[in-house]
């Protein structure tokens, strides 16, 4: 969890770290299987096979217009209705969640820029899991407007 903002290491390193979706061709960046685990709804419904899901390296299309949220190198994936509720708003409400940690939507920022300088200093005291949390597996503070 500490080390939720440096690069993450999958176990893996036969797969690229960046795919395009097969749905959209979006570049969807490589995203563990346990965060995949926190995001989907109701998991035994969806993983059909009892073969461990986390040998195949797993991707995240971020981008909202595509039904496809997770897919991996085998044509398995998981479609947005697959996704817990509290997932799918985050993701796909009008209102855009930028820190999944602390709940921090796009127009909160644009309100109170100060808002990151929280971020940062919690992220800083290891206080975030967007390895987990964060949809993308990848640090909450990349989705911030630079300032
Ligand atoms: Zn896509």
Not at 2 to 18: G, I, W, Y
Not at 20 to 34: A, E, I, K, R, T
Not at 42 to 47: A, R, V
Request: with cysteine; proline share 5%; glycine share 4%.
């Amino acid at each position: 969890m500490k080390n939720c903002c440096a690069s993450n290491d999958l176990k893996s390193q036969k797969s690229p770290r960046k795919l395009q979706c097969p749905n959209c061709d979006n570049m969807s960046q490589s995203v563990s299987f346990d965060t995949i685990l926190f995001h989907i709804d109701s998991p035994w419904l969806h993983i059909k096979d009892n073969k461990n899901p986390s040998d195949n390296n797993y991707y995240f299309c971020g981008n909202r217009d595509c039904e496809l949220v997770y897919f991996d190198t085998e044509g398995n994936g998981f479609n947005k209705k697959q996704m817990s509720k509290s997932t799918q708003e985050s993701l796909f409400n009008d209102v855009k969640t930028i820190c999944f940690c602390y709940h921090i939507t796009e127009k909160q920022i644009k309100d109170k820029p100060e808002l990151k300088d929280f971020v940062i200093e919690q992220t800083k005291s290891g206080h975030c899991a967007c390895n987990i949390k964060n949809p993308s597996g990848l640090c909450c503070l990349k989705s911030f407007p630079k300032n």
